[in-house]
């Protein structure tokens, strides 16, 4: 008589988690693969994380931080599947806020390189000399006010999408995970650096290359647009992947999130620093 060895049963999937190749629902499956398009699941039943940024302390920070921003926005299936294990909330606010460091220090080495650049016209401000004059002038509390905005831009803006990933009907462990994974979510900003250093190279060139700088101001405007659209698409294609019983909720944070962004940017640079500057004003004048 033939006799056959049955494979261990494995525990049941406790969640509404869902297959990245099928968005099948794997709440209570048993096996290590998926019922529906057979699809191993065997990675997935691991309950480490397969994020390198959680083992930073191990293969080095900067390695696991670039290893991490590759695998969202290069490999946003195998990112998605880590919903169904641990996402530390935590690592996900680390993640974000050394994502906004990425954007800050060449946001501050810009203005400083504009602070020292040889006097002349700016870039392509060849009939404006008086503007050109006035903004050299403001330079110094540039490199005080502006860096400061900027933070508050980012936070608010990399804070904002998080509020689309924990739908009430998910477990509490759910939309915590949910919430981490939106912050990993805004790894494309750490390309932000590239347009910069394209700002700063361009500050940095004398007044005789103006015409050079000009070209890489462009090019670095053209980046940002790019760079913009990457961000909007991770962020949508992720919270589609992780929540498949929410896409509704998905295709509303796309719509509205660009309308947000831009309504958070008006507060931050337009808003508040006229606020500011009145309170000032009145100050000086009350005393």
Not at 81 to 101: C, H, K, N
Not at 123 to 142: C, Q
Not at 162 to 183: D, G, K, T, W
Not at 229 to 245: E, K, Q, T, Y
Request: glycine fraction near 6%; aromatic fraction near 14%.
């Amino acid at each position: 008589m033939r006799s056959f060895v049955l494979a261990p049963s494995l525990p049941a999937i406790e969640f509404d988690v869902f297959c990245q190749e099928c968005s099948y629902n794997l709440r209570g499956l048993t096996g290590d693969r998926c019922p529906e398009c057979g699809d191993s699941l065997a990675g997935l039943r691991s309950r480490v994380s397969g994020l390198p940024w959680t083992h930073r302390r191990e293969a080095g920070r900067l390695k696991a931080y670039w290893k991490t921003v590759y695998l969202v926005v290069f490999r946003r299936k195998r990112f998605c599947s880590e919903m169904i294990r641990p996402v530390d909330y935590a690592d996900g606010q680390r993640f974000r806020w050394v994502t906004i460091l990425h954007v800050i220090v060449p946001v501050v080495v810009f203005l400083a390189t504009l602070a020292v650049r040889p006097r002349g016209r700016l870039f392509f401000l060849t009939h404006l000399n008086e503007l050109s004059g006035a903004v050299r002038a403001s330079l110094p509390w540039s490199l005080l006010v502006f860096p400061v905005l900027c933070i508050l831009f980012l936070a608010g803006g990399t804070g904002i999408p998080s509020y689309f990933f924990h739908p009430r009907e998910l477990p509490v462990e759910l939309q915590n995970r949910a919430i981490a994974m939106s912050y990993y979510a805004q790894a494309a900003l750490a390309f932000a650096i590239v347009p910069l250093g394209c700002l700063i190279a361009a500050s940095a060139l004398p007044p005789p290359f103006e015409p050079s700088a000009t070209w890489l101001i462009c090019f670095a405007a053209a980046l940002f647009g790019v760079l913009f659209f990457v961000l909007w698409s991770d962020l949508f294609h992720i919270a589609w992947r992780v929540m498949p019983g929410h896409r509704g909720r998905a295709t509303m944070m796309a719509i509205v999130l660009p309308f947000l962004w831009l309504i958070l940017g008006l507060l931050v640079f337009v808003v508040l620093p006229l606020v500011v500057l009145y309170v000032y004003l009145l100050t000086i004048a009350v005393f």
